[in-house]
């Protein structure tokens, strides 16, 4: 990209001088305008692509999830003579066992105390 050379004209005065600045600066505070509406349409789309395959991802995991229960369950009913109820039974208490492990670490990690927060009410001295 070349420079091109601006023509300055030396018997121009001083408010030609400030209606130009005031010129220049409008349309750049216009063109940073435009440029952020931009900016930001472009991260709105990709940020809603993203949480479509999210979600799509998270749809098919509940889907696998679920399969992978049954398989489960009907294989430990299987192995028990046949009585499905077993195998039922037996996967339903594990993910509860897993819930509430998940659920208590959970607990722990929301009561820890925001490190960031108590830094700066340290410095505050407060």
Known sequence: MAATRM?????IGIPDLVR????????????????????????VKRAGHGSLWL???????IVTLVLG?????????????GHMWVGAVVV????????????KRGRTVFGEPSYSLEQTRAGLGR
């Open 20 to 43: 130009s600045l005031k010129d220049d600066s409008t349309r750049l505070v216009r063109d940073e305008i435009r440029l952020g509406k931009l900016e930001l349409h472009d991260d």
């Open 69 to 81: 229960t049954f398989a489960i369950a009907t294989l430990i009913g299987r192995l028990a003579a």
């Open 7 to 11: 023509h300055i004209d030396p018997d």
């Open 92 to 103: 339903g208490v594990v993910e509860l066992a897993l819930g509430i492990v998940l659920i």
């Open 55 to 61: 979600g799509a991802s998270f749809a098919v995991g």
